[in-house]
């Protein structure tokens, strides 16, 4: 066959001078399996190779396989003091997260690590069709097995299912999707913002890519657990993941493979006197390096919310022996106290519009990248699963007293409504939502749709279960990307045109408990006023229940205020009528206020007069 109309197979490694034996065999494993209807085009990303290994690499190269080595130094210099690196990785493990934007000249390559073998043609992996997803890879089995691990890929990572957390080190890469998703700014983005200390770069892979992974066969990436009903005949690859690696350790299943490979390279007497050196109590420590890597993900579960760092395994011991020791209740409690304290600081300094919790961080939405009026089939499967889940958690909630509510007042202002209109809400608690969408279901509009305008980092980057419904229970993310933010005001045209509705959280920031209506913020009222559609202002009011919640404080009981409409002026122009609106609006949560709780609406905030504060 003419070399020239082979289908070119392109596959990529990322190593360093200590994996190159092993990279050998894994070559070895490719070329034993390979057809000569394939070109093979194996590119080497590296940091700091030998020549002399360059040399021995380069000699494995056949008539279908051609080696390149690809120096990235140029590349990773002025990132490489953010790669956080631990144990047995290295900073080369993140080469792969730059390939769409280093080959555009390819839409799919694959990338292997080199810690396994090919049993079957890589070439039949490659043509996968993975169709529009991002990625196709197989589940990390070693996730599906550790509990701490799957709360860790749901709890932090944010899959929506556990089984969903991919393996990243067998990865057909789908550059031309990554790229239209603009990969990797996102990804220097969030390193920025947070960091994965337990799997780190696969984390980031499966945060960013959740939702556009098509699932491979499992047995193209088996990792060496010994499962019960596996035909070892149908194992196409073998990946010998964390410390199971079968030159340092005999007891590794499947070791036989790597075995029959490496005496086929230049490498086999290094690796063996590798495996001679390689002494018991560094098996052991390897072992504990495997529990200390799943008491890490236990600790990052137990401090969501916190300023997620890579920790000391000390450190962590000591943190969890700690948390085991005290009441769960008080020190949730002293959570939700710091919290008070920071809401104290905000009001007294007048920042009301500033989240006293820290916020996921926000990876920018890209255009086309939401489809806020569910034009796609897919995402009409995804709204309706997820507003199904959803009623279902709501309906949990409000049978265990999670969310209490005691009255619904005013639902003819919601019944009489004649057109589409914007509904505002004080927010001080994330299940509020809940509360409005209760009221709204209430009402005699319950067959309309009740769209909840959100942050963008609540739709890009919010974590496990909350993360799923943020972004598929018919909401709307602000997005900083001005091409996106004009998709969202069409969207937002179109939905008020159709006599639907929209729930803003004019105050903008959350504070937990806050009764107190807050300053408000122009975008809702001006979302009304150029559409000619009347603002519905809902204000939620509390009293103590006699229930006390997981976080050590009673129960809320709500009181759900839905006041009259407020409708723009025909006489008025849209910025007249912005704040018109606006401030009615604030007198209507004022007046509830007041009338609830009795007393005078007074804030703590400091006034500056005469250039000091008083």
Same mark, same amino acid.
């Not at 900073?91 to 934007?101: E, G, I, V």
């Not at 006197?273 to 579960?301: P, R, S």
């Not at 004019?506 to 122009?522: M, T």
């Given at each position: 066959?003419?070399? !020239?109309?082979?289908?070119? @197979?392109?596959?990529?490694?990322?190593?360093?001078?200590?994996?190159?034996?092993? %990279?050998?065999?894994?070559?070895?494993?490719? +070329?034993?399996?390979?057809?000569?209807?394939?070109?093979?085009?194996?590119?080497?990303?590296?940091?700091?190779?030998?020549?002399?290994?360059?040399?021995?690499?380069? $000699?494995?190269?056949?008539?279908?396989?051609? +080696?390149?080595?690809?120096?990235?130094?140029?590349? +990773?210099?002025?990132?490489?003091?953010?790669?956080?690196?631990?144990?047995?990785?290295?900073?080369?493990?993140?080469?792969?997260?730059?390939?769409?934007?280093?080959?555009?000249?390819?839409? &799919?390559? %694959?990338?292997?690590?080199?810690?396994?073998?090919?049993?079957?043609?890589?070439?039949? %992996?490659?043509?996968?069709?993975?169709?529009?997803?991002?990625?196709?890879?197989?589940?990390?089995?070693?996730?599906?097995?550790?509990?701490?691990?799957?709360?860790?890929?749901?709890?932090?990572?944010?899959?929506?299912?556990?089984? !969903?957390?991919?393996?990243?080190?067998?990865?057909?890469?789908?550059?031309?999707?990554?790229?239209?998703?603009?990969?990797?700014?996102?990804?220097?983005?969030?390193?920025?913002?947070?960091?994965?200390?337990?799997?780190?770069?696969?984390?980031?892979?499966?945060?960013?890519?959740?939702?556009?992974?098509?699932?491979?066969?499992?047995?193209?990436?088996?990792?060496?657990?010994?499962? *019960?009903? @596996?035909?070892?005949?149908?194992?196409?690859?073998?990946?010998?993941?964390?410390?199971?690696?079968?030159?340092?350790?005999?007891?590794?299943?499947?070791?036989?493979?790597?075995? !029959?490979?490496?005496?086929?390279?230049?490498?086999?007497?290094?690796?063996?006197?590798?495996?001679?050196?390689?002494?018991?109590?560094?098996?052991?420590?390897?072992?504990?390096?495997? $529990?200390?890597?799943?008491?890490?993900?236990?600790?990052? #579960?137990?401090?969501?919310?916190?300023?997620?760092?890579?920790?000391?395994?000390?450190?962590? &011991?000591?943190?969890?022996?700690?948390?085991?020791?005290?009441?769960?209740?008080? $020190?949730?409690?002293?959570?939700?106290?710091?919290?008070?304290?920071?809401?104290?600081?905000?009001?007294?300094?007048? *920042?009301?519009?500033?989240?006293?919790?820290?916020?996921?961080?926000?990876?920018?939405?890209?255009?086309?990248?939401?489809?806020?009026?569910?034009?796609?089939?897919?995402?009409?499967?995804?709204?309706?699963?997820? !507003?199904?889940?959803?009623?279902?958690?709501?309906?949990?909630?409000?049978? &265990?007293?999670?969310?209490?509510?005691?009255?619904?007042?005013?639902?003819?202002?919601?019944?009489? %409504?004649?057109?589409?209109?914007?509904?505002?809400?004080?927010?001080?608690?994330?299940?509020? #939502?809940?509360? #409005?969408?209760?009221?709204?279901?209430?009402?005699?509009?319950?067959?309309?749709?009740?769209?909840?305008?959100?942050?963008?980092?609540?739709?890009?980057?919010?974590?496990?279960?909350?993360?799923?419904?943020?972004?598929?229970?018919?909401?709307?993310?602000?997005?900083?990307?001005?091409?996106?933010?004009?998709?969202? +005001?069409?969207?937002?045209?179109?939905?008020?045109?159709?006599?639907?509705?929209?729930?803003?959280?004019?105050?903008?920031?959350?504070?937990?408990?806050?009764?107190?209506? &807050?300053?408000?913020?122009?975008?809702?009222?001006?979302?009304?006023?150029?559409?000619?559609?009347?603002?519905?202002?809902?204000?939620?009011?509390?009293?103590?229940?006699?229930?006390?919640?997981?976080?050590?404080?009673?129960?809320?009981?709500?009181?759900?205020?839905?006041?009259?409409?407020?409708?723009?002026?025909?006489?008025?122009?849209?910025?007249?009528?912005?704040?018109?609106?606006?401030?009615?609006?604030?007198?209507?949560?004022?007046?509830?206020?007041?009338?609830?709780?009795?007393?005078?609406?007074?804030?703590?905030?400091?006034?500056?007069?005469?250039?000091?504060?008083?």
């Amino acid at each position: 066959m003419d070399e !020239n109309k082979k289908q070119e @197979i392109p596959i990529f490694f990322a190593v360093d001078d200590g994996y190159i034996p092993f %990279l050998a065999v894994t070559i070895q494993s490719i +070329i034993d399996n390979s057809s000569e209807n394939y070109l093979y085009n194996l590119r080497i990303l590296y940091t700091n190779i030998s020549k002399e290994n360059m040399s021995k690499i380069n $000699k494995l190269a056949k008539n279908n396989i051609n +080696i390149e080595f690809v120096n990235l130094n140029y590349y +990773i210099d002025r990132i490489k003091d953010k790669l956080y690196t631990r144990d047995y990785y290295s900073k080369s493990t993140y080469f792969r997260l730059f390939l769409p934007n280093l080959y555009p000249q390819y839409d &799919k390559i %694959l990338y292997l690590d080199s810690d396994l073998v090919l049993l079957d043609d890589v070439a039949k %992996l490659y043509n996968i069709n993975i169709k529009n997803a991002l990625v196709g890879a197989t589940t990390e089995e070693t996730v599906s097995l550790t509990p701490e691990f799957r709360d860790y890929a749901e709890r932090i990572i944010g899959v929506s299912y556990y089984k !969903n957390y991919f393996n990243a080190g067998v990865l057909l890469m789908n550059l031309k999707e990554l790229r239209e998703f603009g990969f990797q700014e996102k990804f220097l983005y969030l390193l920025e913002k947070n960091i994965y200390s337990v799997a780190q770069d696969q984390d980031y892979l499966n945060r960013m890519c959740k939702g556009r992974v098509k699932y491979i066969n499992p047995m193209w990436n088996k990792s060496p657990i010994p499962r *019960k009903n @596996i035909n070892v005949n149908k194992i196409k690859l073998i990946h010998y993941t964390l410390a199971r690696k079968p030159w340092y350790n005999d007891a590794v299943i499947y070791s036989e493979y790597f075995w !029959n490979y490496a005496k086929k390279t230049e490498f086999y007497d290094e690796i063996l006197e590798i495996k001679k050196n390689y002494t018991q109590e560094q098996i052991k420590e390897d072992q504990e390096k495997n $529990k200390k890597l799943v008491e890490l993900a236990e600790f990052e #579960v137990q401090c969501v919310g916190y300023d997620r760092k890579p920790r000391s395994y000390s450190r962590i &011991k000591n943190s969890l022996s700690n948390l085991r020791k005290k009441n769960v209740l008080i $020190k949730q409690s002293e959570d939700r106290l710091a919290i008070l304290d920071e809401i104290a600081r905000l009001e007294k300094e007048g *920042k009301f519009d500033v989240d006293a919790e820290n916020d996921p961080p926000t990876i920018p939405i890209m255009p086309g990248e939401v489809d806020y009026l569910n034009e796609k089939l897919t995402s009409k499967l995804k709204t309706t699963v997820a !507003n199904t889940i959803g009623l279902g958690f709501l309906k949990e909630l409000l049978r &265990k007293n999670q969310l209490m509510i005691k009255e619904i007042n005013g639902l003819e202002n919601i019944d009489n %409504l004649t057109s589409g209109a914007i509904f505002t809400c004080n927010h001080f608690n994330p299940f509020d #939502v809940f509360a #409005v969408e209760t009221a709204f279901r209430s009402s005699n509009k319950k067959r309309k749709t009740l769209y909840k305008v959100i942050r963008e980092g609540n739709y890009t980057n919010f974590p496990g279960f909350y993360g799923y419904l943020f972004r598929n229970s018919n909401t709307l993310p602000l997005a900083t990307s001005p091409k996106a933010m004009e998709e969202f +005001i069409r969207a937002v045209e179109k939905i008020l045109s159709d006599n639907e509705y929209i729930l803003i959280y004019p105050e903008q920031s959350l504070w937990w408990n806050y009764k107190k209506p &807050k300053p408000l913020k122009s975008g809702a009222y001006r979302f009304a006023a150029k559409n000619n559609v009347p603002v519905v202002p809902i204000f939620i009011t509390m009293k103590n229940s006699d229930k006390i919640g997981d976080d050590g404080f009673p129960i809320l009981e709500y009181y759900i205020n839905i006041d009259k409409p407020i409708y723009p002026d025909e006489n008025l122009s849209v910025k007249e009528n912005t704040e018109n609106m606006k401030a009615k609006n604030f007198e209507v949560w004022k007046s509830i206020y007041e009338n609830f709780y009795n007393i005078p609406l007074e804030y703590t905030t400091v006034k500056e007069e005469a250039g000091e504060k008083k």
